[in-house]
């Protein structure tokens, strides 16, 4: 009885650009569409929120523009929800290291923006925030090139 591997070279191959540019495993992996479309409609609420936020003036919709964003980042939470549930043990430890990792760097950034605001005597936009996802686009590569 024979109970090696069939093949000991054999490695696995993620889509890496995918993981980088996109933050999963592409649109053929299970969810992976369902993903792609919610966070689109995410993006373009968040998107949407970030142009009105400014320009809106009338008190009638200050408030449902100032909810779009936080909407948006509700949905594309859920949208991720869903889309863990259905991945493989492998492929959803790997999504949650680089969650780990992405938090902690967010945490840092707004740390950092929070006293440097102090420091220079200024507010500096929170969207700097958002850098925190294109590291977790890098631990999703680094971290999938280990299994």
């Known amino acids: 009885m024979n109970t090696e591997p069939d093949d000991l070279n054999k490695t696995t191959h993620w889509p890496y650009a995918s993981l980088f540019f996109l933050g999963y495993f592409g649109k053929n992996s299970p969810g992976g569409k ?10 373009l609420l968040c998107a949407l929120g970030l142009i009105l936020s400014p320009v809106v003036e009338n ?3 200050v408030i ?4 779009l ?9 859920w949208a ?13 430890m790997i999504q949650y290291e680089s969650f780990a990792f992405s938090y902690g760097i967010a945490m840092a950034i707004g740390i950092t923006i929070y006293a ?11 969207a ?12 999703l590569t680094r971290i999938a090139k280990k299994y």
């Open 69 to 77: 964003i936080p909407t948006s980042v509700l949905i594309i939470m």
């Open 34 to 43: 369902a993903l792609f479309y919610r966070t689109m409609i995410g993006a």
């Open 59 to 61: 008190p009638l919709f």
């Open 80 to 92: 991720y929800k869903e889309y863990l549930a259905q991945l493989d043990e492998l492929s959803r």
């Open 64 to 67: 449902p523009v100032l909810t």
């Open 116 to 126: 440097a605001g102090f420091t220079f005597n200024t507010v500096f936009p929170a």
């Open 128 to 139: 700097f925030i958002l850098f925190a996802e294109g590291v977790r686009g890098l631990a």
